[in-house]
């Protein structure tokens, strides 16, 4: 994992710490001294506290390395395009990149055509390829454009 992320684990580990600590000093001026057992009994929504917000960090703590971070300068797409002739959009990718998933994971293409007027991420139709094997070198996945989108392709 990277530095950040325990930088931002120490940060806020201390002032939860800190946090606590200032609680638990609050509750002893205002409360009078008890025996011992009765104090820690006062302090379970402290503890629970810590450990919902220690949870939170689960995720963080346990996500898989073996998904690629998205900020990889290296591309996973080679080349894309469509054939209006042959009603076809093509998306040809890395297999190499994708190797170490082969035993769980098949790939596909989702292709969509781009009117340029509103988000991609909100195409109302978009066209997917059947799944492919991941295999060394480059992969190249056809999809065969539906009966809907014959009349946007004219």
Do not use: N
Request: glycine fraction near 6%.
């Amino acid at each position: 994992m990277d530095p950040a992320f325990w930088l931002q684990l120490g940060v806020t580990a201390l002032i939860s710490a800190i946090g606590v600590y200032y609680q638990r000093r609050q509750v002893q001026l205002m409360m009078p001294a008890q025996k011992p057992h009765q104090r820690i009994a006062r302090y379970w929504p402290i503890g629970l506290m810590i450990a919902l917000s220690a949870s939170s960090w689960i995720p963080y703590i346990l996500r898989p390395d073996d998904l690629p971070e998205w900020s990889d300068a290296r591309p996973f797409i080679g080349e894309y395009g469509q054939d209006a002739l042959q009603k076809i959009c093509h998306v040809s990718v890395d297999g190499d990149r994708f190797w170490k998933y082969r035993d769980r994971f098949k790939l596909a293409a989702a292709c969509y055509i781009d009117d340029g007027i509103g988000d991609p991420f909100d195409a109302p139709q978009v066209q997917t390829s059947r799944l492919y094997d991941i295999r060394k070198g480059s992969i190249l996945m056809i999809t065969v454009w539906a009966r809907a989108f014959r009349p946007i392709l004219r």
